[in-house]
């Protein structure tokens, strides 16, 4: 989880705009985009607990991605499908949800044993928009009964609204960035087969061998120098364009 900075209290729909403008403009990573709405959260409502969960539109659940208390094994494993549990259903009506006291007893509540704000008295559950739709959840909880007043309702609905458009920007180069570098993966995957294809008509030439013959020496010996079976691939290759231009020479 990233690291939450300390800010000063909030104390106006203006001040607010003005720190989220600054976590716009940065060029922060999703999880510290995530790890800035925690800490916002937190100073709006003065919660005991911060979750964030983000929706996975692939799936149609929503994902737990931050936290104010730690769960490391928890982040990006815990889902509920839309319209599952309190959080799903913010998800799905794209409404607030308070509840002051209780919080269990609702019977849209789903509990899970490795969260221990789920045993907390008081919720606050608003959607995380984005262009008008919802990208996500923000919960709150309080150990102790907590009445909901508007202002807070109102602050932590705005953080919601302003920092969804930032969310979806981060997790869009995210996904970007992941894309390119299973392109690039793909390409290098690609070229080894090409040259291991060539390694083996090689040996499969110049030492009478099957096509798989070829290729469980190439496996061996690659286990047996510890070298990928790319380089060794390329120094068959490369041994026999040398040998080649030998003959050729002679």
Known sequence: MATVHMMEPVSSHV???????????SELSLDEMLGEIVGLTVQVTDCDACLVYLLDRDSDEVVLRASQVPHAAALGNLRMKVGEGVTGWVAEHKSVVALSSKAGADARFKRFQTLVEDTYEAFLSVPLVSGGDVIGVINVHHRETHNHNGEEISLLTFVGEQMGGAISKSSLSETNARLMEETLEMRRQLETRKLVERAKGILQQRHGLSEE?????LRNESRRLRRPMKELAEAIILAEDLSRKTESAN
């Not at 001040?15 to 403009?25: G, Q, T």
């Not at 013959?213 to 020496?217: H, M, N, S, V």
Request: no cysteine; aromatic share 6%; proline share 0%.
């Open 213 to 217: 013959e070829a290729y469980l020496r």
């Open 15 to 25: 001040d607010l705009l003005h720190r989220i403008s600054n976590i716009v403009s």
